[in-house]
């Protein structure tokens, strides 16, 4: 059986805060990914959602070597990304890369285009001026600019060409796996579908894997094969687009997928009242003690594993 792209197992990474007693004492910790596991397919977009704070961005840092993990693994192509057998920050930024959310300030405003994507090159050993050009001329193409547009520096573009340079720079290593973080949540509106209509076309003509994380359900809805919703650090459904879309079970996804603006809305005002009626009330935050005096570990109320509900559609259950 063929190992998948990329497989994440167990994943926990916590971070220290505020608190305690003397000299650290009593310290606590936040359990900001608190055993995440899931897989990616080559040629598949997993799309990551879930509030502010839940862990997604976290998950997504992890995987691109930019947050050490405290446990799991995360392998790609069957190898250990992550931990002492896992390779150097070189050979990991040549499988996976990453498209920014904001592409003026991911770029930077005194390199031109062409230094941009030349330093990766030559920073990966292609030192000779012809492979330089060529790889950038294509790559400028493949995202809808010119080999003429090169020259020119941020400041020159508008906020569409901008992150079409942020996608050539992610895309000229020739990875198999972009992270793409809220990709189009700073463009404009009447700019948005381009760059998703972009995104998929260059999913297709280059055999692209996407790890999307993202606020807006909509995008999630038109990109995603499939879907992990994240709640506190902890996945809690994960299915394909149709069935997190269409049948959502845990009443997290069930709000997320209800407050999504309804069209119709302005229409009919009582049918976006009735989207979230009679949805039973999330359990709340607490603190959770690992046996100390002090509580140590914000999370959420223990739940069993994920439960095959459907094919391919899983849900956390809490526990009674």
């Known amino acids: 059986m063929t190992a998948p792209l990329l497989q994440v197992d167990d994943l926990h990474v916590r971070f220290p805060i505020s608190g305690g007693g003397f000299f650290g004492a009593g310290k606590r910790m936040l359990h900001a990914v608190n055993g995440v596991s899931f897989t990616l397919e080559k040629g598949e977009c997993l799309s990551i959602v879930g509030e502010s704070g839940c862990g997604k961005s976290t998950t997504a840092l992890s995987i691109l070597g930019l947050q050490e993990p405290m446990e799991g693994t995360i392998r790609y192509r069957g190898q250990p990304l992550s931990g002492p057998g896992g390779p150097g920050r070189m050979q990991r930024a040549k499988a996976v890369q990453m498209v920014f959310q904001d592409p003026y300030a991911s770029l930077n405003p005194r390199q031109s285009v062409r230094t941009s994507l030349a330093a990766p090159l030559r920073l990966h050993g292609i030192t000779a001026s012809s492979e330089i050009e060529g790889r950038i001329e294509a790559m400028l193409k493949n995202v809808g600019l010119t080999p003429e547009q090169a020259s ?169």
């Open 152 to 320: 020119r520096y941020p400041h020159e573009f508008s906020g569409g060409q901008r992150q079409r340079v942020g996608i050539a720079r992610a895309l000229i290593l020739e990875p198999e796996i972009v992270v793409l973080d809220e990709p189009v949540s700073a463009l404009d509106v009447s700019i948005r579908a381009q760059i998703i209509n972009l995104l998929l076309d260059l999913q297709e003509k280059l055999g692209l894997s996407y790890l999307m994380i993202s606020h807006d359900l909509s995008v999630v809805e038109h990109m995603s094969d499939r879907v992990l919703v994240m709640y506190f650090g902890q996945v809690v459904e994960e299915g394909g687009w149709r069935e997190i879309f269409e049948a959502p079970t845990h009443p997290y996804t069930r709000r997320l997928i209800a407050a999504i603006p309804d069209p119709d809305a302005a229409l009919n005002p009582s049918a976006a009242e009735d989207r979230s009626a009679d949805m039973p009330p999330l359990a709340g935050h607490r603190f959770v003690s690992d046996g100390s005096t002090a509580p140590d570990v914000f999370t959420v109320p223990a739940a069993s594993e994920l439960v095959e509900i459907a094919p391919r559609h899983r849900v956390r259950l809490a526990r009674a």
